[in-house]
């Protein structure tokens, strides 16, 4: 019995063999199904990639065309650094143009005195007298002739010294502001220092004839810097204060707010000569300021207009490549901040010395030009 289960097993795992060894399709008729090929182009690509673009390619942008590649492209900013240079350019034309002539009259002068040395003494008097009268110092009618040369004012002399030097003390100054504790000192010494320095550029050009002379004010003078550059924080909380209290009130930026900043901008100039050179709390009355600004009205604005110009040279000058060198750009930077220092400031002085008569701050009359 057992026997005959082991036979009866036997049979049917043989069979279930060959059922599954047997060949699918003996008699060769049906053929398997053959795997469909698809041709890839381009443009059957390109119509996948239409429709399902990849995530790093939807924002791709497309290359330009070989035929119009743009191999220089002018942006508006490189027209205004175009413009701004041209403009100064012929202001130090004109400059060295008229300096040419005075120079071409003083020659004609000392021949004329040559040639009358055969004159009486009487003659020769009347001439000298007439002649030799010190040169036409700056005044209303002759200012813009100057104006051009305070471009050069920092190139020229012993000026070019303490341009270099200013800017190594202030870039050394400037670093040492990061010490922890005293970097705050070292800040407070510093905007004291400069407004020192902007006092001294302006009774520099108010006082002396030579256009290459200057002189460091006193670095051990600091209470009279402090109390300059404490007269300079309230002339400009006067000027900028009201948009200030405006913007804080309303929390907008309007017509307004934006009138109150021009207007404050408008009066600064005129705030910065009166600190310097008349000083004390009289210098900080608004009711002076703007009878100033009324008796000098038109050249106070084409002077404005000189200084806006100025500064925009100084925004343009600070993005040269050359201001972002590690270390030597840092010093670079401070040589820019130092020049324009100078000529700002020598314009004001200048612009001061040239209507002072009308100005009247010292009671000049007009018998003292």
Not at 59 to 78: M, S, Y
Not at 201 to 217: L, N
């Amino acid at each position: 019995m057992k026997m005959r289960r082991i036979l009866l097993s036997g049979v049917v795992l043989f069979f279930s063999c060959q059922f599954a060894w047997a060949d699918p399709n003996p008699s060769g008729d049906q053929k398997q199904p053959e795997r469909s090929v698809t041709k890839l182009d381009n443009q059957s690509i390109e119509e996948f990639l239409a429709a399902h673009p990849p995530e790093n390619l939807r924002n791709t942008p497309q290359a330009a065309p070989e035929g119009k590649k743009e191999v220089f492209r002018l942006r508006w900013q490189d027209g205004l650094v175009a413009g701004v240079a041209a403009l100064l350019i012929a202001l130090i034309a004109i400059y060295n143009k008229n300096k040419a002539s005075a120079k071409r009259e003083k020659k004609e002068r000392e021949e004329s005195v040559q040639k009358s040395m055969g004159l009486s003494e009487g003659e020769k008097k009347v001439i000298q007298e007439s002649e030799s009268a010190p040169p036409t110092a700056i005044n209303e009618k002759n200012y813009w002739r100057y104006v051009p040369g305070v471009l050069l004012y920092p190139l020229k002399g012993q000026v070019v010294f303490a341009t270099i030097g200013g800017a190594i003390f202030f870039a050394a100054m400037n670093v040492a502001m990061y010490a922890p504790f005293y970097g705050l000192i070292v800040l407070i010494m510093f905007f004291c220092y400069w407004v020192g320095c902007m006092v001294s550029i302006i009774e520099t050009a108010v006082s002396v004839e030579r256009e290459d002379a200057f002189d460091w004010p006193d670095f051990m003078a600091w209470f009279d810097w402090i109390g300059k550059a404490v007269l300079m924080v309230l002339s400009w909380v006067l000027c900028y204060g009201p948009a200030a209290a405006y913007y804080f009130y309303f929390k907008r930026y309007d017509l307004i707010f934006f009138a109150l900043v021009v207007i404050g901008g408008f009066i600064a100039p005129m705030y910065t000569l009166a600190v310097s050179l008349v000083g004390g709390l009289s210098s900080l009355n608004i009711v002076n300021i703007f009878k100033s600004i009324g008796c000098t009205f038109v050249p106070y604005v084409l002077t404005l207009i000189f200084l806006v110009l100025t500064q925009a040279l100084n925004l343009l000058v600070n993005r040269i490549p050359l201001v972002f060198i590690p270390i030597w750009g840092g010093l670079f930077k401070w040589l820019i901040f130092v020049y324009f220092l100078f000529v700002n400031m020598r314009l004001l002085g200048l612009f001061y010395k040239a209507h002072r008569l009308k100005l009247r701050w010292y009671g000049e009359d007009e018998n003292d030009a």
